[in-house]
């Protein structure tokens, strides 16, 4: 049983000694009854001195693993200690716990255990200091404390280390001779002054906070600080007793210098040009190992930051075209603690793909096992990108750049037997462009090359980067959809969705050099299942769909599958519902209002609505793209134009509702109209309304072809006093090169960016881009979709002027909304109006 300090005899110091500090150290140990431990991190080694090693009956030098000396623990204590721990480690909370152990021979101790974590310059935790005390005897016969603090002052005169005691107030009581050295003062000069006032300059920093806590608390200290006054590192040891703190000073100088040297090599390693990354060899399974270090390499070359990848996992640079049997075969050589090459396509923080050389060692810190995982890496993209050159010349067509046949066969083969093997079905599209002969006959094969070009770019937009386009020679295309579900009704939808896209692209006019051209194309379609026959069939099922939606009329799609073509006919009905509801006068207006940042009402949005027969009440979502794919939007859009100035004539004789404006959304297909702005004048002429309070709202896909068209009728619109807006700006084709050329008077925000912009950072940043976008090019811009105050608050606070959304009033019909405005008579309006 180890003595406590006041019983223990004195030795006499031996100033022969190699050591008289470690010699000190362990009288101390051995005078206290207290064993010494250090956890080193994050290595997880253990030490400790030969006085715990006494104390717990081991032999000396032998410590034991981490985990296991947690046993030492008795069962009691076990959980409480192990709690204390691991609130130590992951948060660097000291622990001061009175509890029983068992030794190696099974004799039972009480003892206080104590521990203090030390952090690096980052603020992680490396070390932790413990020290383990035998209570036993004290336990046994407290009445002999006082007389051990009696005989204290004896033998700290012995002590060669810097060591101090203060009164509770921080006054030095007893100062060694080391500690004189140290601090570079005499006795005389320290004692009755508090600590802090000879540390510190201001007298009010870390060490007289930790100081009073630790006398508050009764809890032992320990931290390391740098003293300007000394020019040193200080280790303080603090332990509380009755009367103050005994403390004990270390210069640490040396090992922060040494430290620096480290940073000093891993500042080198940063700056190589090869990507640097180590994690910890952690378990694979999600999250994965997390990484520890980055080189300013891995920085550039990723766009991510250290703090950023710091503690997350290497995963986070894969994509959705990382190649998963590279990372499984990466995977089954770092189980096997081996290490491996690989190339790898990665991701960039902006969404950019790059490929990867790289290759990862295992590492063995101290012969402790495997602790971390090295890779060093290089881009190779540009390597890659000569490769895949070649293996283009093979596989793709010249001038459109798409798979053509020998490819397509090739995937159409693998697309059957996966269909087969895992129950999905697919779909394939035979495109064939109309009268493609008659633009070669009249204008050259360098036009219809042009045509074919920009079809196969119209093509590939309408579908999933999985799927494929092809081109297999003349103006015949094939698109093969893939991995459409296991349900023929859904896998029909999606298919026909895709073939209306690609109608209405293709439709679209083309710009020939300097040509505007109008094209069509028929689409044949059959699907494909686990029971379909060869490839030959299938290519012959949709080549004969193609040939009937030919001999339909052309611009058309035509199903070789009876369901699908049944899905087909009914989308003939809708447009038939549709012509009926324009003669019947089934379509009716809403209006949503629009107000200003003071509250006050400026306008509204005319939204249309179907009041169909059987269905009700219909939403533009239901009808508005089957209007536009069968050319009816541009009745239906000239009734709505028409009802609109009917509406604004009607406010104008009004001086409550003179100032108000109508918004109206105007389709690409309207605005391509060669007569488009010629009937929005006769309208506006014919209505007798000031031009400037029609608003009509265009969509940004207007920018993607024709923009000198696009232009030239904005220009004529707005001379003509029309009010000119882009509707859900930076959802769709905006060019920034365009916009400050469009005779714009204003932007509105997307709902879609409004609705999370205090809750997504992405968001709020698009909407502040907007804004300011806005104000730099001297346009108005409005926010649709608000909802809150908040939203409204920080659209207001960023410079938006004009706000719409259920925050003041969903859409109401004319009747509904000129009783609302009459209720609120211009004023400010409510909070919320729904």
């Known amino acids: 049983m180890p003595r406590s300090i006041l019983s223990a005899p004195q030795p006499a110091i031996r100033r022969e000694s190699p050591d008289p500090a470690r010699q000190l150290l362990a009288l101390l140990e051995r005078a206290a009854g207290a064993g010494i431990w250090v956890l080193e991190l994050p290595g997880w080694r253990l030490t400790w001195t030969d006085p715990l090693a006494v104390l717990l009956e081991m032999p000396i030098d032998v410590a034991p693993a981490y985990k296991d000396a947690l046993d030492f623990y008795a069962p009691e204590s076990r959980e409480l200690m192990t709690t204390a721990l691991h609130a130590c480690l992951n ?14 021979r099974g004799q039972r101790l009480w003892v206080r255990s104590l521990g203090e974590a030390f952090r690096d310059a980052s603020g992680a935790v490396v070390r932790i200091q413990g020290v383990l005390q035998d209570l036993t005897e004290r336990r046994r016969a407290a009445q002999e404390s006082q007389s051990l603090t009696m005989r204290l002052s004896t ?30 003062r005499p006795s005389t000069e320290l004692l009755g002054h508090r600590i802090w006032h000879e540390l510190d300059i201001n007298g009010n920093g870390r060490i007289r906070r930790e100081m009073l806590t630790a006398m508050s608390s ?12 000394l020019g040193k590192w200080l280790e303080l040891r603090a332990y509380p007793f009755e009367d103050g703190l005994a403390v004990y000073f270390r210069d640490v100088s040396d090992r922060r210098r040494s430290q620096e040297q480290l940073l000093l090599l891993q500042t080198s390693i940063s700056r190589l040009n090869d990507i640097v990354l180590i994690t910890e060899a952690g378990s694979f399974d999600a999250p994965g190992p997390r990484i520890v270090f980055v080189n300013d390499a891995f920085e550039r070359q990723t766009g991510y930051s250290r703090d950023e990848v710091l503690g997350q996992s290497p995963r986070l640079l894969q994509g959705p075209l990382t190649q998963r049997a590279e990372l499984d075969r990466i995977r089954s050589a770092l189980q096997q603690s081996q290490p491996v090459r690989a190339e790898l396509i990665n991701y960039k923080k902006n969404g950019e793909l790059f490929w990867m050389e790289l290759e990862i060692v295992p590492v063995d810190y101290f012969s402790r096992g ?11 993209t540009e390597r890659k990108a000569a490769e895949d050159e070649i293996e283009h010349l093979a596989f793709y067509d010249t001038l459109t750049q798409l798979p053509n046949r020998q490819l397509l066969m090739d995937r159409l083969q693998h697309a059957l037997s996966q269909s087969a093997r895992h129950r999905k079905i697919g779909a394939l599209m035979f495109i064939d462009l109309d009268n493609f002969k008659v633009l070669n006959d009249t204008l050259g094969h360098s036009k219809g090359d042009l045509l074919l070009q920009q079809v196969g770019e119209r093509l590939s937009s309408c579908v999933r980067k999985t799927d494929t386009v092809a081109r297999l020679g003349g103006d015949e295309f094939v698109v093969m959809l893939e991995n459409l579900g296991d349900n023929p009704q859904v896998a029909n939808a999606k298919t026909k969705v895709v073939g209306e896209k690609i109608l209405a692209a293709l439709s679209e006019p083309y710009n020939l050099a300097g040509y505007q051209h109008h094209a069509t194309c028929s689409i044949g379609i059959t699907s494909f299942s686990k029971d379909q026959e060869s490839i ?36 003939a009905a809708l447009n038939t519902e549709l012509r009926r509801g324009l003669r019947n006068h089934e379509f009716l207006l809403h209006y949503q209002p629009q107000v200003g940042r003071n509250g006050l009402m400026v306008g509204v949005e ?12 219909v939403f533009p979502d239901d009808f508005i793209s089957q209007a536009e794919e069968s050319g009816l939007i541009l009745p239906l859009g000239k009734w709505v134009l028409e009802t609109a100035c009917a509406q604004l004539a009607r406010w104008a004789k009004r001086p409550e509702t003179a100032m108000l404006s109508i918004a109206v959304n105007v389709s690409v297909r309207q605005f391509r109209h060669p007569e488009f702005v010629e009937l929005v004048m006769t309208i506006i002429n014919q209505s007798g309304i000031c031009a400037h309070r029609l608003k009509l709202e265009l969509t940004e896909s207007l920018l993607a072809t024709d923009i000198d ?38 932007l509105k925000i997307d709902r879609n960016f409004v609705k999370d912009v205090l809750t997504d950072p992405n968001d709020a940043a698009i909407a502040r881009t907007i804004i300011g976008l806005a104000q730099s090019l001297g346009l108005a811009v409005m926010a649709e979709g608000v909802e809150t105050e908040a939203q409204r608050d920080f659209l207001a606070r960023h410079g938006c002027e004009s706000y719409q959304g259920y925050l003041f009033c969903k859409a109401l019909p004319i009747d509904e909304l000129e009783a609302f405005m009459q209720g609120i008579a211009l004023q400010s309006l409510p909070q919320q109006a729904r």
Request: net charge negative; proline share 3%; hydrophobic share 45%.
């Open 155 to 184: 033998t700290l005169a012995s002590i060669t280390d810097a060591f101090v005691t203060l009164d509770r107030e921080g006054r030095f009581t007893y100062v060694n001779h080391e500690s004189e050295n140290l601090l570079r």
């Open 91 to 104: 948060h660097a909370a000291p622990f001061d716990e009175e509890v029983q152990i068992i030794t190696a």
């Open 370 to 380: 495997l602790t971390h995982w090295v890779a060093v890496a290089r881009d190779i």
């Open 536 to 571: 030959g069939e299938l290519l012959k099922q949709a080549d004969l769909a193609m040939y009937q939606a030919k001999a339909a009329g052309r611009n058309s799609v035509c199903f070789f599958d009876p369901e699908m073509q049944a899905a087909a006919t009914a989308s």
């Open 218 to 229: 009764g809890k032992n200290l320990e931290f390391e600080e740098f003293y300007a006054a």
């Open 606 to 617: 005319a939204l249309i609505r179907w009041m169909h027969p059987e269905r009700r009440m």
């Open 709 to 746: 068209v696009t232009i030239a009728k904005m220009g004529r619109l707005k001379n003509a006093g029309v009010t000119l807006s882009i509707d859900d700006f930076g959802m769709g084709y905006s060019a920034l090169s365009y916009l400050k050329h469009l005779p714009l008077d204003q």
